[in-house]
């Protein structure tokens, strides 16, 4: 039970109280069940600590803090949060308006409601519950249904999704999703490092303010529906480590902003994937996606490589890049400079004895 309140003095008090007298060990096991999967729901737990640890929530100086603060308990418990793949949420939520979202990382952590840990954040479970217990209870317009790395093997009844804003469903054993979801308030859908396999036709043409969705790490999935085309607000779509080897021609009628198919994706330009016949029109139309800033590419062989380097505006996005199978690399550390947002690179199975590393030459 005390491992449950995490070294939080103000929990363990609550805690003692409330258990106070109760001799039989189901009443304990039957406490730690509850205090375990939703800290609100034990006694006095809402009124003695939730509520106070409310206070440093309230005292933030602005709403935009509150609602990225709330972001993390979309992540499990214990996570380790990269800052740079929670500000591309941040952002592609449209949570960053007046403040930079490195201001809003140093603002929470100063205020101790994040966790410092190098390239990552953490978030105290009990500030979790609290969030959790905000953004479900407290706030009107906020409700998320969380059900991160709890080993579900089904995903969350319909009923369940109804009047939802956020949903996390990360880091779980899920196989299927729901038929149609009705869910015009959703704006947040991460299925990452499940086993999902298919997604209907019909699973997206309920959801038309949805703006983040993220089905990386489902190794099993296959390709997308064209019913994607209905997720009208789209502004991320991650398909990393996935086998999704091509994307619907209906993609290009989205507003899509970023775009990852990075590390250890099946790669997407190549002969006969993704929108195109072949690796130069894949580019081509990957190049009239107008409102897209960011993108994560995984190329094999040199002439994949070579197409890219054609197109100045996709290397200007390139947030992430890996490369494959390459026998002689087109590529130099030049062009590596001028890629304004490249943050990761990285080659695997390529012959680079004969890689030009001296841009000495180049303009």
């Not at 840990?117 to 009107?140: F, P, Q, S, T, Y």
């Not at 994560?296 to 199978?325: M, Y």
């Amino acid at each position: 039970m005390a491992s449950q309140c995490h070294g939080l003095p103000l929990a363990l008090e609550t805690v003692g109280q409330a258990m106070a007298g109760k001799e039989f060990p189901e009443e304990w096991r039957r406490a730690i069940e509850i205090i375990s999967t939703s800290a609100s729901k034990f006694e006095d737990m809402e009124k003695k600590v939730l509520s106070r640890l409310k206070f440093s929530y309230d005292s933030l100086p602005n709403d935009e803090l509150r609602s990225c603060l709330l972001y993390c308990c979309l992540f499990p418990e214990d996570s380790e949060i990269r800052k740079t793949d929670l500000i591309v949420y941040w952002e592609s939520e449209g949570l960053l308006d007046s403040i930079g979202g490195w201001d809003v990382l140093g603002a929470l952590v100063r205020a101790c409601l994040l966790e410092e840990g190098g390239d990552h954040v953490k978030m105290h479970d009990m500030i979790r519950d609290m969030a959790l217990w905000i953004a479900n209870e407290i706030e009107e317009e906020e409700k998320f249904l969380v059900r991160a790395g709890v080993g579900l093997t089904d995903a969350p009844k319909i009923e369940e999704w109804e009047g939802v804003k956020r949903i996390s469903l990360m880091e779980n054993e899920i196989q299927s999703l729901p038929q149609i979801p009705t869910c015009p308030r959703l704006q947040t859908l991460l299925l990452e490092y499940n086993h999902i396999e298919e997604i209907t036709e019909s699973f997206f043409q309920s959801l038309p303010s949805l703006r983040v969705l993220n089905l990386s790490v489902n190794h099993y999935l296959t390709e997308l529906p064209v019913g994607i085309s209905s997720l009208v607000s789209l502004h991320h779509l991650d398909l990393s480590s996935t086998k999704v080897r091509g994307l619907p021609q209906e993609l290009k009628a989205l507003v899509l902003r970023m775009l990852h198919c990075g590390s250890n994706h099946w790669p997407i330009a190549e002969e006969g994937n993704v929108l195109s016949d072949d690796a130069e029109s894949l580019m081509k139309e990957i190049h009239c996606l107008e409102q897209l800033n960011l993108i994560a590419l995984s190329l094999r062989g040199s002439r994949g490589v070579e197409n890219f380097l054609k197109f100045p505006k996709l290397q200007n996005i390139t947030q992430a890049l890996h490369i494959k199978d390459c026998n002689s690399l087109p590529l130099n550390l030049l062009h590596l400079a001028n890629m304004e947002h490249l943050q990761l690179f990285s080659i695997w199975d390529s012959n680079l004895e004969d890689w030009n590393v001296d841009c000495a030459g180049e303009r």
